[in-house]
């Protein structure tokens, strides 16, 4: 039990239409990232937020976008949905932003949530 | 986008044999990480290693940061049915945070 909840767990959602996914972070942990991971696969970096912004991010298009709130929680949107969307999404929480302590720098992640386009 | 280089992809062990797994990358990382992810779940983390040529245990699993800061190996001693799973490095270059994983190792134990 990581202390890291994501929502929902499971959403099917059509083509061209628009998600949310929910985050909450493990208590005391500031830093939140996400990650996308396809069948198969391992899970890649989407962005990360830290104190409510954003704080570096991969190779994901701009229809890819978050949001971090005051407690920490995190949101994920993405608009314009394609097929390829399809994947479990991943947040990891982290005890430290920015300049991290180089020896405390676990990242610990939620059960994911399962999305698939149709 | 980028991902590391593990190897083997799949193995079938006995219950009770020795298992090894390593990961490698074409760049430096400062902190290597290595997790377990069982279907529908998330990645559970089961080592963290921050200093080249360092060696950590947690049970029967011991993992090594390479001396190149290139490579990590993770052994799992004595297996059992419940290691079975998916095995996946994380390496991270700067301390952020913001890992890159491996394409992972799928374990599976015969009893």
Redesign the interface.
């Known amino acids: 039990e990581t202390g890291v909840t994501q929502s929902p767990t499971h959403l099917i959602k059509t083509r061209g239409q628009q998600v949310t996914l929910r985050c909450s972070s493990q208590s005391g942990h500031n830093t939140v990232s996400w990650y996308q991971q396809a069948l198969g696969q391992g899970p890649q970096f989407i962005f990360q937020y830290y104190r409510e912004e954003e704080n570096g991010r991969g190779n994901f298009p701009p229809r890819f976008s978050g949001l971090q709130f005051p407690n920490y929680s995190s949101e994920l949107n993405v608009n314009a949905l394609e097929l390829d969307d399809s994947a479990l999404y991943l947040c990891a929480s982290s005890p430290g932003g920015g300049i991290a302590n180089l020896m405390n720098t676990e990242a610990f992640f939620g059960q994911g949530t399962r999305l698939t386009v149709v | 986008?980028q991902?590391?280089n593990q190897s083997p992809q799949s193995m079938f062990i006995q219950e009770g044999e020795d298992v090894s797994m390593n990961c490698t990358s074409s760049s430096i990382f400062?902190?290597w990480?290595w997790?377990k992810q069982d279907p529908?779940?998330?990645?559970?983390?089961l080592i963290?290693l921050?200093k080249a040529g360092e060696l950590t245990s947690n049970g029967r699993l011991t993992a090594q940061f390479g001396i190149t800061r290139k490579d990590s190996f993770l052994n799992i001693s004595a297996s059992i049915p419940s290691d079975v799973g998916i095995y996946?490095c994380?390496g991270?270059s700067g301390?952020?945070?913001?890992?890159?994983?491996?394409?992972?190792t799928r374990l599976k134990v015969l009893a």
């Open positions: 986008g991902q590391l400062n902190t990480l997790y529908g779940e998330g990645p559970v983390l963290a921050y996946f994380a991270d301390g952020t945070y913001k890992y890159i994983f491996g394409t992972g």
